[in-house]
């Protein structure tokens, strides 16, 4: 079976804002343009601005939503807090976060520098605490509801060799989601993580399975889908991708 139909109501999302980092690529282009189909105003920031006005023509034109690009390294503080003020400006009120943005590697880790670990675990667990302290407080000041949903992985729970800082990094942000829900709860902030499974997305594949790091006899036995048993694996949906992914 293929499921087909959005899962919730149309008009949904109406009249509300979403924030969502790393939304110019891969899983969070698809949310934000599932976002916008329910009626949201959504920001969509990342390093390279390029690709987020590109992203963001595109899916105003599919879509007839309000999307505003911003450039934020969600490393930074103080960028956060400046995509922050320009989304207030812009939509008057932020009502979600999705804090979406990654960096990952395939490597043992015996060979990673530790700019290498710092390099993932910043941009993941930093990032995702950054937005979330920027966000959060703003919310509680003004006593305002809001939602966090933060994207972990399946192996933030079980650890995964050669991927090492980030799932120490997704096991943070699981730890954050968790803290934050019992602790922030009393204000109106929900705070939920989704552990997504394989999407072949451009950006995790070609860094997590790049065919040329694999002795060619091996290529055909390590794809992602040899190793599901139904053979099936995530579709990020408006990509365009699925299909053009090698390895997939
Ligand atoms: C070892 C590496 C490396 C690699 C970079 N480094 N790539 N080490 N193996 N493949 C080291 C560098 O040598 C450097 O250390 C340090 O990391 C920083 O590298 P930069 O290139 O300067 O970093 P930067 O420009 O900030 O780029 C970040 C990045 C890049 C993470 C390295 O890949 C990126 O921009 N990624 C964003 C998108 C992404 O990764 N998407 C995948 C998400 S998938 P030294 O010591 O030399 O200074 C995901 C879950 C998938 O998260 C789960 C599937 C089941
Ligand atoms: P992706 O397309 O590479 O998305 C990652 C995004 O993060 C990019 O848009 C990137 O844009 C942005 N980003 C990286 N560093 C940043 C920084 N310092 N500041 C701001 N933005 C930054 O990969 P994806 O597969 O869609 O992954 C999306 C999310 O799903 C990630 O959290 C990932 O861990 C999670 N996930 C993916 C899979 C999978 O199989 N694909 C499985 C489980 C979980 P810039 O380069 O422009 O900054």
């Not at 698809?30 to 189909?37: G, H, N, V």
């Not at 920031?45 to 690009?69: D, H």
């Not at 710092?118 to 979330?132: F, M």
């Not at 794809?223 to 991708?241: D, L, V």
Request: a positive charge; aromatic letters at 8%.
């Amino acid at each position: 079976m293929r499921y087909q139909e959005p899962m919730l109501k149309e008009g949904a999302l109406r009249d509300k804002t979403i924030v969502v980092t790393g939304g110019g690529t891969g899983l969070g282009r698809s949310m934000t343009r599932y976002f916008l189909e329910l009626g949201a105003n959504v920001v969509i920031t990342s390093r390279k601005f390029n690709i987020l006005e590109q992203t963001a023509n595109e899916l105003v034109a599919e879509t007839g939503g309000k999307v505003l690009p911003v450039a934020c390294d969600v490393r930074h503080y103080e960028e956060v807090k400046h995509m922050q003020a320009l989304a207030l400006e812009t939509f008057g009120a932020v009502h979600a976060v999705v804090n979406n943005a990654a960096g990952n590697f395939i490597s043992p880790t015996e060979r990673l520098s530790h700019r290498a670990f710092d390099t993932i675990v910043d941009i993941v667990l930093r990032g995702s605490y950054n937005c979330t302290l920027a966000f959060g407080k703003d919310w509680i000041e003004k006593k305002q509801a809001g939602t966090f949903l933060n994207i972990s992985v399946s192996y933030a729970w079980t650890g995964s060799g050669f991927t090492v800082p980030s799932a120490c990094a997704k096991a943070g942000v699981l730890a954050l989601t968790r803290s934050l829900a019992a602790e922030w709860g009393r204000y109106g902030i929900r705070s939920n993580a989704i552990a997504p499974g394989p999407f072949p997305t451009e950006g995790a594949w070609s860094r997590l399975f790049p065919e040329e790091a694999l002795p060619k006899s091996l290529v055909e036995k390590f794809k992602p889908r040899k190793r599901h048993p139904p053979g099936a694996g995530g579709r990020a949906s408006g990509t365009g991708q699925p299909g053009r992914v090698p390895g997939f």
